[in-house]
Each structure stands twice: as structure tokens, then as C-alpha cells.
């Protein structure tokens, strides 16, 4: 926070008839925002460090999709059967991922559903993974029908925790699905370690984290299997899409048979010989997928730069600290944007206080304990499906109480309840900013900071 302190003493010993020579040098934005922070707090009437939104129409696009939609359009080969833009897009893809195939889906959770199915999981079986995820990747396990064994997460990063993975191990377990979150790599290699260890294929579930690396690889290249999501809310975007990443050639060929309705995608047996469904990706979303990942490249590079600095400038607020990587991690996307927050350095405010301060500020941010409030162990769809016909011709009665009795996490429950608490934000679009939004920000946390008193 050298600089901004730098600027702020600056401003407390100039004034706004200093003359153009300052204001030139500092901007005359930075002038209104130093001036702010040491007034009243927007939250109790003063006013905000910033009116202008953060946000902007997504997705993002221009004439280049438009062209590239009328093109597919035009040419009448809509199915990718017919055309070139999936199968094109799936050697860019794979190319730029690190990994040999790259097959696309209509989303992330086909392209996790048939991994699945592609590894043979079925009735009876068990599938470890986390509770802390959006709900497909649970869907596509009881589907199967196959039991989600949920492991508990780890209290500093909300991922599952590895180290309780090899406790719920049993002789059904037939897969492990780990969910890399928000842009931040699970522990992937020691995941993997344990997988090898007991012959347990990993498939990732790498729907939110495009982009993200551990030990300079790419997420969603480790498993036997990677699954990721192109849908509209995701960083890289169709409207709804996804790919299977994978190096395995077993798997390469089951999955792209799979997705095609169990065509053989070497095309050398005729007719249908293997398992299948229709999970295809349409030409209309291959052609929006190749202009939408040239942008991605670009904002994907603004995002680090703005995030970098973000958290490098936050982290010297005592109280503030970056959320904890695993020590393979090397680089995660700041698609959403996480600062720990200790409210014992805050005269004991609450994040979610600290936050309502902050977007009254004008900065978009919420206070909580992690992305996923409930988990899904908590949601009703896992009942209804252990009551279903499926769930009862597939597990004892038995086993079903054993394992509805097992669904007590206590990291993911708060239970014993703890102050952990973050600062998280949704920054896809707000970390596509310039320096002088980034520095608004800066601004406005310290404003707050400054002021916390006032808060309590
Ligand atoms: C962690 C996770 N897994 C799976 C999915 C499913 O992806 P899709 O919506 O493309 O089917 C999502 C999408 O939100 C997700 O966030």
C-alpha cells in the first residue's frame, strides 16, 4: 500500500488549489478518491468512493462472434457432425490445455456424467468428492445411481480436505471428483498420490477453473479425466458448453463415443458398437467458443495483472490475508476474488459488516465464510434420490442408514461453529478494469479500514 499511503500523506499536505502540475501527476480521479477516504463512510451517509459500476454486459462480444455465428448459420452444417468448428475447436483447445484430446460437450456436467459412465460407475458404487460444489457434480454421481461419499473440506481454502480422502475409502469406491473452486486448484497432486496408491481414477471437476495451474500444468490435465464448463457465468463461454480433457486413449475413445451416441470415433467399426448418449456441442457454440477464446486469452492476462495487485496491495492491511494455496499451486484465474478476513483486527466487525461498507463504497463484495453457504450434502436432492426406486434396487436398506448417518461434516457444517470469514467477490468482469478501478478499490477497503470504528 506504499504508494497509495505515499499519495494519500501527499494530498493531506496539498490542496485542490495546489495547482495543475499535482493534479496532472496524480490524475484527478486519485485526488477525489484520496480526499474520500478520510471522509464520512458512504454507508453512514458520506460520500461513496465510487459511482460508476463495475459492471458491464456479459458475455462480452463483438462483430467477430456475430460473423462467426452467421458463417455457421450460412453454411447449413449445424450438427458438428457435418462441420468443422467443434472438431477444430477441440485441437485449439487441447493445444492450449497441455493435454492430448480435448472432446467438447453441451456442458460441464455431461462432460462430467459421461467420465463417469465412461469408467464404468454404476449401481452400488461410491464416488468420494465434496460437499462444497455447485450441484452437478453430485448430480451426475447419483444419476448413476452410485452414492456421493462426501469429504469433509479443508477450514483454509474450502476444497476437499486430501487428507481425509483416504478414510472413506471403501471396496466400492470407484472414482474420486475433486472440485477445483472459483479458479483455485484443489490439492491436486497429493489427490493423485492417493489415487495411484489405491488404483482410484481421479476425474477433475475443473468446470470453474480454466486456466488455473499447479506446478506450471494445466488444472483439469491431471485426472484420468478433466471436466470443464463453457456455460455462460464461467470465464471462457458458449451459453453452455463443456469439454472432457484427457490423455488416457481408453478413455479418449469411450468418452467421444459416448457424447456421439456410442459411434466409434475412429470410425472404423460400423453402426453403434459402444455405450452412449447425445452429449454433442452444436456448431453454433463451437464458432461464439473460437472467437470467445481469443478474448479470454487477453482478459484472462488482465485479471492476473489486476488481481496480483490487488491482493498484493490488500495483504499489507493487517487483517487482510490471500486465501491459502497448496504448495503446487502456481497460478490461480481471480475469477472470483477472495481475501481471508480476521474481524480481530477489525475492532471486531463481521466480514458481511465490513463488506455492506464496501459497497456502499460503491466496490461489489460480500462477506462470508466461504462461496457455498449449505453444501450439498444438505440439499434435497440427495434425499430424493435415496428414496427413489433406483436407490433402493441398488444399496441395502442398511447401507442407506449407514450412510445417511455419515452425512455430518463438521468443517463444512461450521459445527462447532468458528469466525472464519472472508471477503469474496464475483471478479470476472470487475477484474477486466483499469488501474485507476483497481485503485478505487484499494481506496475504498482502506476508507473502511480507516474508519472502522464507525462500524462498530
Ligand atoms: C463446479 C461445477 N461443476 C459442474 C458444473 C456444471 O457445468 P454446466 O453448467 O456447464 O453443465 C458447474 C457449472 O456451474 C460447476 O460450477
Redesign the pocket.
Known sequence: MKSLLTRRSFMKKTSFGFGAAAIGALGAGRIFAASASTDKLALLGGVPVRTKSFTQPWPIFDDNEEKALLKALRSRNWCCLRGNAVYDFEKTFAEAMGVKKAILTN????A?SASLHCLGVGPGDEVITTPH??V??INVITNLPALPVFVDIDPDTGSINADLIEGAITEHTKAIVP?H?SGFPADIEKILDIGSKHRIPIVE?A??SVFAESNGRKIGTFGVTG?I???E??SLVAG???AILTDDENMMRKCAAFINNGRDPKGQIKGYPFPGSNHRMTEFQAAVLTEQFRRFIEQDRTRQANGKYLEEELAQIPGLKPRKRYNSTTRITYVAFEMDYDRKHFKGVPAAKFAQALRAEGIPISGKMRSYSGGCHREGMLEAHLSSSAFQASFSKARLQKYRQSLRLPVMDNDPPTEKEMLTADSKIPLLGTRKDMDDILEAFHKVSDNIDKLT
Do not use: I, R
Open positions: 456442458g460441464g456436467t455431461t462430467l460444489t455447485f452437478a457434480t472440485v473452486l471437476d468446470c470453474q471436466c464448463s463453457f456455460q457465468w464461467k453452455e458448453g463443456g
